[in-house]
């Protein structure tokens, strides 16, 4: 990694598999991990000359290419080009670079079937970014700790953090009882729509709470017990934080935080 690094990763990916991807972009970028990730740079990939650039990116620019393989990843021209830029890099170096994650079994011209892969397809996005940090420090580079240093700034930050997570849980909740209301004196059919519609409202907030809250209510809740100084974890509430697998989860995530954020308010 002779080369002045702008990222500390690249993301190279089929635009049908973005949910996935944007999801970890999205983790990678609120753990303070610099990311290229095209979303993220639309204003400065206006007008640019593409080939060159992205060339330059994945070949020169990052410090590994996380390339995420699928059947649409192998159709694409310019996912092609990203894999052969990452490739060449990797050969002059002689290292571990390019790091696959797999949606399906599709074969990847390049791709030895013998080099070692993640199963995106059992594996939640923040797990992964969990396991990219071992790989940088496998690599010895640096990873950002957690920005405030001191505990007012922690009492701060998790207040604010927790008042936010609570306005989308109480937008969720108006929501749903608003849909609520509508099934008085309603057919079998009518209140099966309403069920449908309910159920998909709660995997909306489902998936923003892994978008927007996610990454950090775990940084926090993390740099919480670390502080507390707590050497007995509870496995159960720990996975509530990576998979909530409905609304109710999401609100014990809100009530730990705010358990552990009075403990650590109280202490300091």
Avoid at 206 to 226: C, G, M, R, V, W
Wanted: hydrophobic letters at 35%; charged letters at 30%.
């Amino acid at each position: 990694m002779k080369n002045k690094l702008d990222y500390m990763v690249a993301l190279s990916f089929a635009g049908e598999d973005r949910e996935y991807v944007e999801t970890v972009a999205n983790i990678l970028e609120a753990e303070g991990i610099t990311v290229f990730y095209d979303n993220f740079k639309k204003s400065d990939l206006w007008g640019k000359d593409l080939y060159d650039y992205l060339n330059d990116i994945y070949q020169n620019k990052a410090g590994f290419v996380i390339m995420f393989l699928s059947k649409h990843y192998a159709d694409k021209a310019w996912t092609t080009h990203e894999r052969k830029a990452a490739q060449a890099r990797e050969f002059i170096e002689n290292r571990e670079y390019i790091l696959p994650v797999r949606f399906d079994d599709t074969e990847i011209a390049g791709i030895n079937i013998t080099k070692g892969f993640l199963d995106a397809r059992g594996m939640h996005p923040q797990e992964l970014v969990s396991l990219f940090k071992e790989k940088l420090i496998d690599f010895g580079m640096t990873i950002p700790v957690f920005k405030n240093e001191n505990n007012y700034d922690l009492i701060k930050s998790a207040c604010d953090f927790i008042k936010e997570l609570d306005r989308e849980i109480d937008d969720y909740k108006k929501t749903v009882n608003q849909l609520d209301l509508f099934e008085f004196n309603l057919s079998m059919e009518e209140r099966n729509r309403i069920f449908s519609k309910k159920s998909q409202v709660e995997n909306w907030f489902i998936q923003s709470y892994n978008k927007k809250f996610l990454s950090q209510s775990i940084a926090i809740k993390d740099e919480l017990i670390n502080r507390l100084n707590i050497r007995d974890r509870d496995p159960f509430k720990d996975s509530l934080y990576y998979n909530p697998l409905n609304s109710h989860g999401i609100e014990d995530v809100s009530c730990d935080l705010k358990y552990l954020y009075e403990r650590f308010k109280m202490r300091s």
